[in-house]
């Protein structure tokens, strides 16, 4: 099994920046990919960044490509989200998840952290 933990949402203005992790643990070794969703009140939940768990094949929704970025510490086995130039539409819970090696599903879930921007 692995366990997800986030960090690091808040509260910040349109145009701030917040970066978000998401600490991994357990059976590390058996992730093969890793993302982020998020969802808002209201809506279903949304893709929002993705890589592999080895480094590279990052994509990203379009809407927040050029203002986010998902990157990992090797060394600390976490994730992080960096989020800049931030809209009140970015307003959500925002979820770390992984796909094990050999599965096609994101199958690890983390609670999630809240994300609010104001106008």
């Known amino acids: 099994q692995v366990q997800l933990v ?9 145009g701030g920046s ?10 590390t070794f058996s992730i ?3 993302g982020w969703f998020r969802q808002a ?6 893709f929002v960044a ?3 768990w080895s480094g590279g094949n990052t994509n990203y929704a379009d809407s927040v490509k050029g203002r986010f970025t998902i990157s990992r510490d090797n060394a600390e086995n976490t994730v ?3 989020m800049n ?6 307003t959500a819970v925002y979820v770390c998840t992984a796909v094990p090696s ?6 690890y879930w983390g609670q999630g952290t809240q994300v609010t921007v104001s106008s």
């Open 41 to 46: 009140p209201g809506k279903e939940r949304e």
């Open 6 to 14: 986030e960090s690091g949402g808040g509260l910040v203005q349109a």
């Open 80 to 82: 992080y989200l960096q």
């Open 50 to 52: 993705a890589m592999r």
């Open 102 to 107: 050999g599965g096609y599903k994101w199958d």
């Open 18 to 27: 917040l970066r978000l992790s998401c600490a991994a643990s357990g059976r």
């Open 85 to 90: 130039s931030l809209k009140p539409d970015d």
């Open 32 to 34: 093969y990919r890793v």
